[in-house]
């Protein structure tokens, strides 16, 4: 009896252990956008896994009770969290003049703040490859905007010259949210311009009306090889624009993060989150050239109310350099809603050819980033809450082979650590602090009920060892 009632002991110290590991694991990309209450439930679950020394039923309630903390299903009050940005990011000052602007170093993320009506400049030395400079500017949360506030993104050579640019602005959904666009030069035997390595400039300016808000930024600098051999240019004048069917096997949870350096990964599949109103939520997804990308974002019903609430949900596309794509919105009125990006041609280096924004953004393979947020004015409808957001994610298409890079791609392909990643959850946050957490997460994606009955298991096979000697 005495060996029996220790094995038991044992085995609820597994349990409970297990279950805890499992909250570890969902806690650091996802917890913080649960709340306190999604946190307090989590605590529950796992007091019922310590519970279920005595039987299987208490651990897999344990376990209900974990899971209800990471999918944040629970409404919550109180300041929304804010964006998550990456924390090895370096701080640094844009400057009036060219001539004093502080170099940004290819593979290194920064850090500034932009004045209303400002205009900075940031130095960049370029080789022979093509090179991308994003910025997203994050103002503050219930700030104010109107229609066509934004910012510009510019590079241009040492005369002057502009190199490539892109704009960014609020358009008809009046509130604010991060935004992304890039600056971009790119090495074209037939141009003349921008194709000398030096020195080049990149300017950073508001087009505001409205704001009187100072905007953070947070700017990252990658280069891309060239080809080793010029490949097509032409884009085929025939594409599937069809919208698939929505993925089978249901929704499963799966948190979105709070910046682009936590962004939740997904793959294909059909996703449950819950956003608060104002909140953004991000995401992304590895696609491989060739591949074809759609998603669609659909709001749940309300049971508080039935008020019509204009632009009520943004969802936005950017590309692995985080040039902004494509992006749309859908109004609410307590009914399910549901939007859908436009359907956009498979990624390829050629869709660089385009004057389309959205074809021109296929441009290569990697993480395309999502980002899903929710009209401030929800909260007054229907109370400041979660609402239920599913994000259905497909992807067309068998992966092809590269263009054919005179070197390494880096960020611009798809791994098979990155398909890993997306199976598992793992976000950005994650993979970027190495192998171990990897390691941890994958253990996880196990599933705790797997773990639970290793454990009960082993200490089975103990028992018998024991009885047998």
């Known amino acids: 009896m005495k060996t029996q009632a220790g094995i038991g002991r044992r085995a609820g110290a597994l349990i409970a252990a297990a279950a805890a590991v499992g909250a570890v694991v969902a806690l650091p990309g996802q917890g913080a ?3 306190a209450e999604n946190a307090a439930a989590g605590r529950a679950g796992a007091g019922n896994a310590v519970a279920g020394r005595g039987g299987a039923g208490n651990a897999v309630a344990g376990r209900a009770g974990v899971q209800g903390a990471v999918a944040g299903r629970a409404g919550v009050e109180g300041a929304l969290p804010p964006y998550t940005f990456d924390s090895a990011a370096q701080r640094v ?13 290819t593979g290194q993320t920064y850090r500034d703040t932009l004045k209303r009506n400002g205009k900075v400049y940031y130095r960049v030395n370029l080789d022979q490859q093509n090179a991308y400079v994003s910025v997203v500017a994050v103002p503050r949360a219930g700030g104010k905007v109107e229609y066509g506030d934004g910012f510009k993104v510019s590079m241009q050579d040492g005369s002057g010259t502009e190199c490539g640019y892109q704009q960014a602005n609020f358009s008809s959904s009046e509130y604010t949210r991060p935004l992304a666009a890039y600056a971009r030069r790119i090495i074209d035997a037939d141009s003349s311009t921008c194709q000398r390595a ?13 704001s009187t808000d100072d905007w953070e930024l947070e700017i990252r600098h990658a280069s891309e090889p060239v080809l080793k051999k010029a490949g097509p240019t032409e884009l085929p004048e025939v594409w599937a624009s069809g919208t698939p069917g929505p993925p089978a096997g249901g929704p ?26 104002g909140q953004t939520l991000f995401y992304r997804v590895p696609v491989d050239w ?4 759609f998603a669609t974002a659909e709001l749940g019903s309300s049971a508080t109310g039935d008020e019509y609430i204009g632009h009520a949900l943004v969802l936005s596309l950017e590309n692995p350099a985080l040039g902004h794509v494509d992006e749309n919105t859908v109004s609410y009125s307590g009914k399910p809603a549901t939007l859908a990006l436009d359907a956009l041609r498979p990624v390829a280096h050629e869709n660089r050819s385009s004057y389309d924004e959205a074809t021109n953004g296929m441009r290569f393979a990697g993480w395309y980033y999502l980002s899903a947020t929710l009209n401030p004015a929800m909260a007054k409808e229907y109370g400041d809450t979660t609402v239920p957001l599913t994000l259905r994610v497909s992807l067309r298409g068998n992966a092809k082979p590269g263009p054919g890079y005179d070197g390494d791609p880096g960020q611009f392909s798809v791994t098979a650590d990155d398909k890993e990643a997306a199976e598992k959850g793992v976000s ?11 390691r941890v997460v994958a253990a996880a994606g196990i599933g705790s009920g797997t773990v639970l009955l290793l454990g009960l298991g082993g200490w089975t096979l103990v028992a018998r060892r024991r009885a047998a000697a």
Do not use: C, F, N
């Open 290 to 293: 060739g591949q074809q990308l």
């Open 198 to 210: 030096g020195a080049y400039y990149v300017l950073v300016e508001r087009e505001s009306k409205a």
């Open 33 to 35: 956008a649960a709340g």
């Open 252 to 277: 499963q949870p799966r948190q979105g993060g709070s910046g682009v350096h936590d962004a939740t990964s997904l793959t294909q599949g059909e996703w449950r989150s819950d956003i608060r109103p």
């Open 93 to 105: 000052q844009g400057a009036a003049s060219s001539s004093d602007a502080v170099e940004l170093r």
């Open 428 to 438: 950005g946050a994650q993979a970027a602090s190495g192998s171990d957490s990897m």
